[in-house]
């Protein structure tokens, strides 16, 4: 794109070709007179605050003319006008065509003036369009902040600065997408979190080369992580919580902030940092460690609980006397591993078709899964009630932790068990073990050098204890009651 020059008419002709004025209804230009000479603003019509933007056209048709610059500097009369005439707190002179183009499709209103030559004023006058601050339907608690993060980039910021008031706390901006130009702001504290951390997430996001990030952070997170495919376990935590990725950036942690997103990126992320929720640190330090240890073994369950009740019915002579009462009478008229491999599917399917189900018609969705999935399945003979209380479990297991990237890792562990154990046995059963724990083991942070079981390996013996148990907040006063090193090895 090729940059202004002294002529301002060619000036206006340039900016009317590159916006296409004459083609997009919503881009706005408006031409005012300020005595004998004239200025032109582009906007895009409902970026703006249209209030403001009345009251600044009303002062500036109050204006005799542009004004006399006193100096002889090359954007004079631009500074000069911006400084004495523009009632706006962000407002800057630029030369950069390219920027001034970035700027009006982000929202900010550009002034092109006779006397400027090729400069020209960005004034920052946006209001977005915005949902208003309220609790994530996905991350409630009983007790605490009932605020949470929007569409909209500079509240999510705003949100995380009133809980910070450090000057440390670092908001760093970057633009990603040749075409979409997302806004894309990495936040952390200087001096607690880890420089090379840091440092990492700066690099891959300047050397990110893509046309637009076309599904918000679920984009931004693929191009930032190249994930071994075969390994489900996520890498990246979210939370749409304000108190929660404050708490985080405290605590060391850098996060990757995105426009058009509630969702902030928590990095670096391990296996226990999934096991974590807000409610935990709402409750005192007993009950708090006592949910998070049952969350812990409720959730690990829907692991193994699935997989060493098939291995007992296929193999009832291994099974513990204390345990025969667990083996059903019949099997059915499928065989149990079908079974078990349909109701994972069924699940899915059910999950699925709640989420494009209209709230009015969501009590229907209900009867009709529970008939299906209860009764008639039995009735006609598909399903055992054994296979029905088991899967039951599982599925309602997994909203004890809140991340569906890592329910969907250990649905395909679980399933991934059931086939072991189906063609080998007990040695598939063993197998089936040995290579969830392998690849929990292999997977590596974010950046591939930090262990995905920190602190278990390395091992770190009261940063381990910190995150079975909520210690007391007078013990940790700088963290949220968890023990870390900076560099989390």
């Known amino acids: 794109m090729r940059g202004l020059c002294a002529d301002y ?35 895009i019509d409902g970026f703006v605050d249209g209030g ?33 005439h523009v009632p706006f707190v962000e407002a800057e002179v630029t030369e950069d065509a390219q920027m001034m183009l970035q700027m009006v499709l982000s929202g ?45 980039l500079v509240f999510n910021t705003a949100l995380i600065r009133r809980r910070i008031r450090d000057p440390a706390l670092t908001m760093q901006y970057f633009t990603v997408g040749a075409r979409s130009k997302s806004d894309v702001v990495l936040c952390y504290l200087e001096g607690q979190a880890d420089p090379g951390y840091v440092s990492f997430l700066q690099n891959r996001l300047r050397k990110i080369r893509t046309g637009a990030l076309t599904m918000g952070h679920e984009s931004l997170a693929e191009l930032l992580i190249h994930d071994k495919w075969y390994n489900p376990f996520p ?29 902030i990126m928590v990095f670096p992320s ?22 998070r240890l049952v969350r812990h073994l409720v959730f690990w369950a829907t692991l193994f609980l699935v997989p060493v009740w098939f291995f007992f019915t296929q193999n009832p002579e291994l099974t513990p006397a204390f345990l025969r009462f667990v083996l059903p009478e019949s099997t059915g008229k499928i065989p149990i591993f079908v079974q078990l491999i349909l109701v994972e599917f069924m699940i899915d399917g059910l999950r699925m078709a709640s989420m494009n189900t209209p709230n009015m018609l969501s009590n229907s969705l209900s009867v009709v899964g529970g008939l299906i999935l209860g009764d008639f399945a039995v009735s006609v003979g598909w399903l055992i009630p054994e296979v029905i209380l088991y899967m039951a479990f599982v599925a309602i297991a997994n909203f004890s932790q809140r991340s569906y990237q890592l329910g969907y890792a250990f649905k395909f562990l ?12 007990g040695a598939g059963l ?19 050098k930090r262990s995905y079981l920190y602190p278990l390996i390395p091992f770190n013996g009261k940063a381990l ?19 870390r090193s900076k560099t989390g090895k």
Do not use: W
């Open 9 to 43: 008419r060619e000036n206006v002709r340039l900016m009317d070709e590159i916006l296409r004025v004459e083609q997009n209804f919503d881009v706005i230009k408006k031409t005012i007179y300020l005595g004998k000479q004239e200025l032109t603003l582009y906007y």
């Open 52 to 84: 403001s933007m009345n009251k600044l056209m009303i002062y500036f048709l109050s204006l005799k003319g542009l004004g006399a610059p006193t100096d002889d500097a090359e954007d004079a009369a631009a500074r000069y006008f911006c400084e004495h």
């Open 108 to 152: 900010t209103s550009l002034i092109l003036g006779e006397t400027f030559g090729r400069y020209a004023i960005v004034i920052d006058s946006r209001t977005y369009p915005t949902r208003s601050v309220e609790e994530p339907e996905s991350d409630r608690v009983m007790m605490g902040s009932r605020d949470g993060f929007v569409e909209t």
């Open 235 to 263: 890498k990246i935590r979210y939370t749409e919580r304000p108190d929660v990725a404050a708490a985080q950036v405290l605590e060391g942690s850098v996060l990757v902030i995105i426009d058009n997103s509630p969702e």
């Open 270 to 291: 391990t296996i226990f940092d999934f096991m974590q929720e807000t409610n935990d640190f709402y409750f005192p330090p007993l009950t708090g460690s006592y949910i």
């Open 414 to 425: 679980r399933i991934g068990l059931l086939v072991c154990i189906y063609l080998f046995g």
């Open 430 to 448: 063993v197998i089936g073990a040995v290579g969830a724990f392998l690849l929990l083991v292999t997977n590596k942070t974010a950046n591939g």
């Open 465 to 483: 204890y910190s995150m079975f148990f909520r210690m007391r907040k007078d013990k940790f006063p700088d963290t949220n009651g968890i023990r």
